[in-house]
């Protein structure tokens, strides 16, 4: 993939589509963002701060040429959260990432997405055996995390907090 170049692939599971991010998305980003429930994705932010991640997200796939996916239901469309790959300078390598909105929790969503942006990353992207950075609270995420076939790797710090690094295993051969 040429990252500035390139469109932006689109992944379809049995039940989700994984889409490029778009400008439709911005009232739903804003909602989410001014909750605390956004707190684990460095939130809550302000309409401001919800563009600025929209365009963050946009600009990781023209930089590096990966970056997040939106998730949609399949049969009604409806944007349900995302998944995929982020590479700020910050972090210690690519990490693969998940967050649902509250009304998509606890249907396998996040498992059926993450999967699929897992598998792609490791046969098209280069990203084979990456992590995720799970705040150590976050005891639905380190769950997914280990039914993913991660493992818990060591204490570390995103952004500022202090984290537990979970390595996903190989799949590419």
């Known amino acids: 993939m040429n990252a500035m170049t390139d469109p932006i692939p689109v992944l379809d599971t049995q039940r989700l589509t994984l889409r490029a991010p778009r400008k439709s998305d911005l009232p739903t ?22 563009f600025n991640s929209l365009a963050s997200r946009i600009g ?12 949609d239901d399949r049969k009604t469309g409806d944007f349900l959260g995302w998944t995929g790959f982020l590479n700020p300078p910050s972090w210690d390598e690519p990490e693969l990432g998940w967050t649902l909105f509250a009304h998509a929790e606890g249907k396998g969503y996040a498992f059926e997405a993450a999967r699929a942006a897992r598998a792609y990353g490791a046969e098209h992207l280069k990203l084979d055996g990456v992590i995720s950075y799970i705040r150590s609270d976050n005891t639905r995420s380190a769950a997914l995390a280990e039914k993913l076939g991660a493992t818990f790797e060591r204490e570390g710090e995103v952004m500022g ?5 979970w390595r996903h295993p190989k799949e590419a051969t």
Do not use: K, N
């Open 29 to 50: 980003l804003t909602a989410f963002y001014e909750t605390e429930r956004s707190h684990m994705v460095g939130g809550p932010r302000d309409a401001t701060g919800s």
């Open 60 to 71: 990781h796939w023209a930089i590096y040429g990966f970056g997040l996916w939106h998730i």
């Open 161 to 165: 907090t202090p984290c537990h690094i």
